[in-house]
């Protein structure tokens, strides 16, 4: 069995949290799309989802101010958005993403990256992983 619904699955959740381009009136929902694409945020191609039974993992990252996530790659597709504070993401290739309360990342597969807040409030980034059965969703690297 395949993941191939994911990606409807994802974007349907980006669409819960996400209202509106346009402001809307009292009693009329309407949604924004904030992020699709086949690329990961240092434009690597995403790969194609694992066989076996789907698992979706939802995870609130929290990183304290001046701070910084262990060196770490991902074997499934995820991707997040920063709810609140900054951060900025450095991959193994020396690639950089600076984010903003607010931005979307669909992140790297096994790339080996991390997350620096350099700010002085915390940094919170709710990620949705797409693995399946059995599979890690983090896998730390050795210091």
Do not use: Q
Request: aromatic share 6%.
């Amino acid at each position: 069995m395949t993941l191939r619904f994911l990606p409807a699955l994802l974007s349907s959740i980006f669409l819960l949290f996400s209202c509106g381009k346009e402001k809307p009136t009292s009693g009329n929902p309407s949604s924004e799309l904030i992020a699709e694409s086949y690329l990961s945020w240092n434009g690597d191609s995403l790969p194609t989802y694992p066989d076996g039974k789907p698992k979706i993992s939802i995870v609130k990252v929290t990183i304290p101010p001046h701070s910084e996530l262990s060196k770490h790659h991902h074997p499934v597709i995820n991707a997040g958005v920063l709810l609140k504070g900054a951060l900025t993401v450095v991959d193994i290739h020396g690639n950089v993403l600076e984010m903003k309360a607010g931005d979307p990342i669909i992140e790297v597969v096994n790339t080996i990256h991390y997350g620096v807040n350099n700010g002085d409030e915390p940094a919170e980034i709710l990620v949705f992983y797409a693995g399946a059965e059995g599979m890690e969703i983090v896998v730390k690297e050795p210091i």
